[in-house]
C-alpha cells in the first residue's frame, strides 16, 4: 500500500506546478489542492465554479497557442505526422492507409534490426525505448476532455447546427492518419445493402453520408425494424456531457446541446476522436483514449480497454451517469445527466449496435483464414507468422483475431516509469488491457487503446519489440500484407 501511494503523490506534485497556472475549475484546482502537503489527496473534481465563465473562457483562450505548441512539439519528437500514403492498400471506402514506420528511433539507434538486438533492460537503463512507443498524452492532459477531429465538428454544424468546438483545445493528429470519413455501415442483417467492386466498398447502407438525428429515419426506416430505429434514433439525439451542456461549467462558447454516441462512433465506427479513461486516478496516470469501433460487438465479450464491462447494454447505460469516461457521478448529476431506461432504450441501442458487422474481407475464408487462391504470396507467408513465429495468434485467434480477454503486455520492462516530458501525463504501467479484435484492423487508425501507434508498420515493429520475436524487415513487411487482408 505504501509505495504506489508514494508514487501518486510524486507524479501529482510534478504536475501542479504547470497545471495551476493554466487551467480552469475542474481537474487542475484538485491538483493543486493535493500539491499542499497537509491536505489529502482527492477523487472528486470541485463542483462548485468558483471563476465565472467569461473568466475562464478569457484565460483558457489565451492559453491555447502554448498548450497546442508544447503538444506538438511532442508529436514531432515522437512521431514522423508527415502524408505517407501506401500505393496499393486502403480502407474499405477507398482512404489511401497511410505506410511506414512513424515512431521516431531513439538518438543513437541505427535500425529497428539494431534496437530489436538489444534487451529490455539494456534499452530500459539506457533509454532507449522509443519515445513514440510511451502512452501517448491527451492534447492537455491536465485538463482532458472529449476531442473531435475538425471534419466531424465541420459536418454536424453542417447537417444539425450544433458546434462541438472547445475554445480551449483542438484535436492534435492530421487527418490523414485518421480513419475515413465518414465511414461505411455494414450491417449483420441485410449484407446485401453493402456493394463491393474490385475488393472496395462502393456502396453501403449509410450511401455516404454522416448518419444524424437529421438523416436517421430517412436512411434506415424500412430496413430496421421498429426497436432498432429508436435505438438508432437515441444513439445520434444528443445529451449534456462534461465539456458540452448547458452550464456554466463547459468548454463551448455557447450552451451546448451535448454530445451523441456517434459523435466518437461515428456511423457505428470510429473518427479517432479522444477522451482520457474515468478508471484511473490521480489526473497524470490516466490513459489517453481512441475511440474504439463498435463494428463486431456482437462477437466480443469485454467493453472498455480496462473496465471489463460485460455487455454493450451495460456501456451504453453507464457512460452517461458517471460524466462519459471522467467516471464521476456527482458531476454528471450537476451537468444534467439523462438516466437511460434498460428496457426500452439501453436494450435497443443495444440491439442496434450489436447490428453492425466488421467490414468485409473478400480475401478470408469461413474461418477466418485466407483463401490461397485469391491471397498474395507476401500475404500468405504473413499469416503464417502470425500464427506461428509471430506469436500473435496466441491473443488474436481467428476468425474475429481476439481472444475476448485482456493482457499484460508489460512495456514497463523497457522505461522507467516517469512524467513524459511536461506534458503532465504519467508513463506508469498500462496494466491488462482488452485485446481489440484485428478483423478490418486497416479501417481504424491510431492504434492501442490510446493511439499512441499512428499506422499497422507501428504495430508490427511494435510487437517485434515487445515480444522480443526478432523478425527480418521482409518478415515484417508480409505481417503487415497479413494484417491489411483481415
Ligand atoms: C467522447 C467520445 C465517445 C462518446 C460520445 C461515446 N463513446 Fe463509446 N467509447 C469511447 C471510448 C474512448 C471508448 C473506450 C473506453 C475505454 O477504453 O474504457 C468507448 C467504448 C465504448 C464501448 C465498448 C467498446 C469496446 O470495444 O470495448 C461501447 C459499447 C460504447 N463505447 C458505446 C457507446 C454508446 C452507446 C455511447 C452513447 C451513449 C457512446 N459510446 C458514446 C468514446 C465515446
Ligand atoms: C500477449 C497477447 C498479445 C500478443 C502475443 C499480440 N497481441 Fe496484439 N494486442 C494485444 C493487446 C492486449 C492489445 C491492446 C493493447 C493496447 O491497446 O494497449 C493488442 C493490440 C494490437 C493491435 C492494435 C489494435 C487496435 O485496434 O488498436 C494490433 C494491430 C495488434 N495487436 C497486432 C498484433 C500482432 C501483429 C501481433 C504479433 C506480432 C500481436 N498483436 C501479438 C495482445 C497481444
Request: hydrophobic share 35%.
Amino acid at each position: 500500500m505504501e509505495r504506489p501511494r508514494r508514487r501518486h503523490r510524486l507524479a501529482t506534485l510534478a504536475v501542479a506546478g504547470f497545471a495551476a497556472t493554466i487551467l480552469g475549475v475542474s481537474y487542475a484546482q484538485e491538483a493543486k489542492k493535493k500539491a499542499e502537503p497537509e491536505e489529502r489527496p482527492s477523487s472528486y473534481a470541485p463542483v462548485v465554479a468558483t471563476e465565472s465563465l467569461a473568466k475562464t473562457m478569457a484565460r483558457m483562450k489565451a492559453g491555447k497557442p502554448e498548450i497546442e505548441k508544447r503538444h506538438q512539439t511532442l508529436l514531432l519528437k515522437r512521431y514522423d505526422l508527415a502524408d505517407h500514403p501506401a500505393k496499393n492498400a486502403t480502407m474499405s471506402r477507398g482512404k489511401p492507409l497511410q505506410e511506414r514506420v512513424r515512431a521516431k528511433l531513439p538518438k543513437g539507434v541505427k535500425s529497428w534490426e539494431a534496437l530489436a538486438a538489444m534487451s529490455p533492460e539494456e534499452i530500459r537503463s539506457q533509454g532507449l525505448f522509443p519515445a513514440g512507443f510511451l502512452p501517448l498524452p491527451h492534447p492537455n492532459h491536465p485538463e482532458g476532455g472529449m476531442l473531435f477531429p475538425k471534419y466531424h465538428i465541420d459536418e454536424v454544424k453542417k447537417q444539425e447546427g450544433r458546434d462541438l468546438t472547445r475554445f480551449d483545445l483542438d484535436y492534435d493528429l492530421p487527418d490523414h492518419l485518421l480513419p475515413e470519413f465518414p465511414p461505411p455501415i455494414f450491417l449483420t442483417t441485410r449484407p446485401d445493402l453493402t456493394k463491393m467492386a474490385d475488393g472496395k466498398v462502393v456502396g453501403d447502407v449509410s450511401q455516404g453520408k454522416l448518419v444524424t438525428i437529421d438523416n436517421y429515419f430517412e436512411l434506415f426506416s424500412g430496413i430496421l425494424n421498429p426497436k432498432q430505429l429508436e435505438g438508432l434514433r437515441l444513439l445520434v439525439t444528443p445529451f449534456p456531457q462534461q465539456q458540452f451542456n448547458q452550464t456554466d461549467d463547459r468548454r463551448t462558447e455557447r450552451a451546448s446541446r451535448g454530445v451523441v454516441c456517434f459523435d466518437c462512433h461515428v456511423n457505428g465506427h470510429t473518427n479517432a476522436a479522444t477522451h482520457l479513461v474515468g478508471d484511473i486516478r490521480p489526473q497524470p496516470f490516466r490513459h489517453r483514449l481512441d475511440t474504439p469501433s463498435l463494428r463486431g460487438v456482437n462477437i466480443q465479450r469485454l467493453f472498455g480497454s480496462q473496465r471489463a464491462m460485460k455487455s454493450v447494454e451495460d456501456f451504453t447505460e453507464f457512460e452517461q451517469r458517471a460524466a462519459y469516461f471522467d467516471g464521476d457521478p456527482v458531476i454528471a448529476t450537476k451537468k444534467g445527466v439523462n438516466i437511460l431506461e434498460r428496457g426500452s432504450q439501453v436494450h435497443f441501442m443495444g440491439e442496434f449496435q450489436a447490428l453492425l458487422d466488421f467490414p468485409p474481407a473478400p480475401k478470408l475464408d469461413v474461418f477466418g483464414k485466407l483463401n490461397p487462391k485469391l491471397a498474395s504470396k507476401s500475404e500468405l507467408r504473413g499469416q503464417e507468422l502470425f500464427f506461428n513465429k509471430a506469436r500473435c495468434a496466441t491473443c488474436h485467434p481467428a476468425p474475429y483475431y481476439t481472444d475476448n480477454l485482456m493482457h499484460n503486455l508489460r512495456t514497463e520492462r523497457f522505461y522507467k516509469p516517469g512524467m513524459i516530458g511536461d506534458s503532465g501525463a504519467m508513463a506508469a504501467a498500462d496494466g491488462p488491457i482488452k485485446t481489440f479484435p484485428l478483423r478490418g484492423t486497416k479501417d481504424s487508425p491510431p492504434y492501442l487503446h490510446d493511439g499512441r501507434l499512428l499506422t499497422l508498420d507501428d504495430t508490427v515493429e511494435f510487437f517485434n519489440l515487445i515480444l522480443e520475436l526478432k523478425l527480418t524487415a521482409e518478415e515484417k513487411k508480409d505481417l503487415i500484407a497479413f494484417l491489411l487482408a483481415l
